[in-house]
Structure formats: C-alpha cells, structure tokens
C-alpha cells in the first residue's frame, strides 16, 4: 500500500495497533470534537489503503454485444461465472492478496464480539430511471458474505431509499441467496441526523435511512452505476452520489447543495462508521466496499438507457477516491466522456488527499494484468 504517508499495508497495521495502545496507556488531553467531524486523511479501513482502486475490463461477462439496451436484455446477456471469477481477481488486486477466501476476509471485517451469522448488512444500489445493476454483481456480494464468511441471507437488506419503490417487483434480481431481502425504500430516508461541513457549514440536519441513523447497520456496501449526471455533481455519478438513496436528495438539488451535500453526506458517521469524537477517526468502518458496476455505462444520465458496454467493473473501499479515479482515468481517458475535472479533485482533496498522493502516478490498477 502506498498513499499520502507512504504507508505499506504491513506497517499501516502495526502502526494503527501501535497508537490504539499507546492511547490506552498514556494519558491524554484531547480537545473534544463533534462525532461527524471525519479527520481527513485518515483511512476507515485497517487492512486496505483508501488510495487503492482496482478495475478488471473482461468481455466474457457479457454474451455479445449491444451499447444501447435494457436492464431485462442485460440481465439475458450477462454471464453469472465469469462475473463472479473476475470479482474474485478485483478482491484479490484490492486486498493484494493471493487467495480469493484471504482477500474477501481482508475486505469484510465484523465488529468486534459478534459473531457473523448476527452481522447486518445493508447494499445500496442505484435504482433511478432504466440503469440499475445487474444481478451477478449483487449475487457475487451477497454469497460472499453467506457462504464464505457466514453472514445469514435473512441479514442482508438491499435497498434505494429514494428510487427503491417496487424494485422488488420491476427488477428481480436472481441468484441471491436465500433469505436475502430486496428491501425496496426499506422505510425511506426517514430520520433526521446532523450534517458536517461543508454542506451549510455544518449548521443543518439531513433525513437518512433509519437503520443507519440508530446504529443498526454493521456492514454498509455500496454498488453504483457508471452513469453521467449535472455538471455541479462533476458531470457524472457513481460511489458518492450513490447515497442521494441513503440520504434524502431534496437538498442536494433544491436547495443548491450540489457538491457541498455529496460531499457532507459521506462524511457522516451514518456512511463511514462512527467516529471518535476526541479526533475524527473512524473507529469502526461501515462502509467496507465500494464496487463501479460498468458492464454498461452511459455519458449522459442519471435517466435514459446506457449508450456504451465497457464490460468493467471498478473496486474499492473509500468512495472519493473510487469516484475521482473513475471520472478522471475510466470516464474521462478511456470512454473519452466530459467531466467536471474542478469538481472531481474537490471529492478527493475534501477528504484530505491530493493528487499526488495516489499510488502509480494516479492510474487504476489492472486487476488482470
């Protein structure tokens, strides 16, 4: 692992083990700060650098070809295998590990003193218009989480909060496994939590999903589309503007808060985990993985029917990161697509990194290279 500090994977963990030590045998004064006051540059994840974003382009995931088409003749050309083999290949370039089963174990982390088959897990999927994510990616997620690690189905809760209403019923997504529920709004995004800065300069309140405001949420993944959007969102939305379905999206249009709200919303306990209230670490991550369904994509969006099939997928833990390297090297250097280059560094350096600080001079890994 490489990053801002030049930390590896190996030395990042002993020096997190180090420093929970050393605080709990020395005592310090520590000016108190506001739970939702993420630090930036810190790293939610104690086994995976934020800064690592991996991509696999594999046409055997697809039966043919056909840019511009629906979710049902996707969910018919989509081949289930060799998504879920090339899944395992982007784990394993994540979490630089040889193995599939070491790498889905170094991604998903329970907390601590439970036990899996208690774990709760919520998927956000993007559900708005005609693009929605194909089956296979969500399958290969959820089977990880049940048959490898031991997750029971009946925990799993897949749901959009905004655009959610009768994806049961409009998309049925096959192959999951039993128990695991399609939760459609899943009670909507219906209680109030505070926003930090720099949305109203951390003055206001936002309406978000329930089980993630009460704390009930153990394992938040979030699986996005490649699509195009306002060019105050930086002309596209994937990771980040995945949570107007977490969060409710009214401010984030009506009220003007364009990218202040995208940004401010992920940096709430609700999506990165709860924070230590004396720094701003995440003590525990929430927000495990972060997965660019780009089977399909589009340059214009968040409504119409995808106009181009990269057959890709891109991986990740930390949303900005994911969407900055996803806007800059995959929509922009390789589709060839606009985007707001100002508002793409702005998801990267409102979270404390820079440019120079990502690995291999900013380029997204190839995991089948």
């Not at 929605?132 to 009946?154: E, F, I, M, Y």
């Not at 670490?281 to 969006?301: E, H």
Request: charged fraction near 20%; hydrophobic fraction near 35%.
């Amino acid at each position: 692992m490489t990053g801002r500090k030049g930390l590896s994977r190996r030395r990042f963990l002993k020096t997190t083990a180090a420093g929970a030590l050393a605080a709990s045998s020395i005592p310090t004064i520590i000016t108190p700060r506001r739970a939702e006051a993420y630090e930036p540059g810190d790293q939610p994840h104690p086994n995976i650098s934020p800064l690592r974003v991996v991509r696999a382009q594999n046409p055997r995931m697809v039966n043919g070809h056909q840019d511009r088409t629906t979710w049902q003749e996707q969910e018919r050309m989509v081949a289930p295998q060799p998504v879920y083999d090339t899944m395992d290949r982007l784990a394993m370039s994540l979490a630089q590990e040889g193995r599939a089963a070491d790498a889905w174990k170094a991604i998903f982390i329970k907390p601590p003193r439970k036990s899996w088959s208690d774990v709760v897990v919520a998927i956000k999927t993007n559900n708005i218009a005609q693009q929605h994510t194909r089956s296979p990616v969500l399958g290969k997620v959820c089977h990880v989480l049940t048959d490898l690690l031991g997750a029971n189905g009946q925990n799993i809760h897949i749901y959009d909060c905004c655009h959610g209403g009768g994806m049961s019923r409009s998309t049925p997504f096959s192959g999951l496994p039993a128990g695991v529920h399609v939760a459609d709004q899943w009670g909507g995004s219906s209680v109030s939590t505070n926003l930090p800065a720099p949305f109203r300069n951390g003055t206001r309140q936002s309406k978000c999903l329930g089980p993630l405001v009460r704390d009930e949420v153990d394992i938040l993944v979030n699986v996005a589309l490649c699509k195009g959007h306002g060019g105050e969102f930086g002309r596209f939305t994937m990771t980040l503007k995945n949570h107007f379905g977490t969060f409710e999206p009214g401010p984030g249009h009506g009220e003007g808060g364009g990218a202040d709200y995208v940004i401010a919303i992920n940096k709430t306990p609700e999506i990165l985990g709860r924070m230590d209230p004396r720094t701003g670490k995440v003590l525990f991550p929430r927000q495990q993985l972060c997965i660019v369904d780009a089977l399909w994509a589009s340059n214009d969006g968040p409504s119409g029917l995808t106009q181009a099939q990269p057959n890709a997928l891109l991986m990740g833990t930390f949303g900005p990161v994911v969407d900055y390297l996803g806007a800059m090297r995959f929509r922009k250097d390789m589709m060839g697509w606009g985007i707001n280059e100002g508002v793409a560094r702005r998801f990267l350096m409102e979270f404390g990194f820079r440019e120079s600080d990502l690995p291999d001079g900013g380029r997204i890994v190839d995991a089948l290279a």
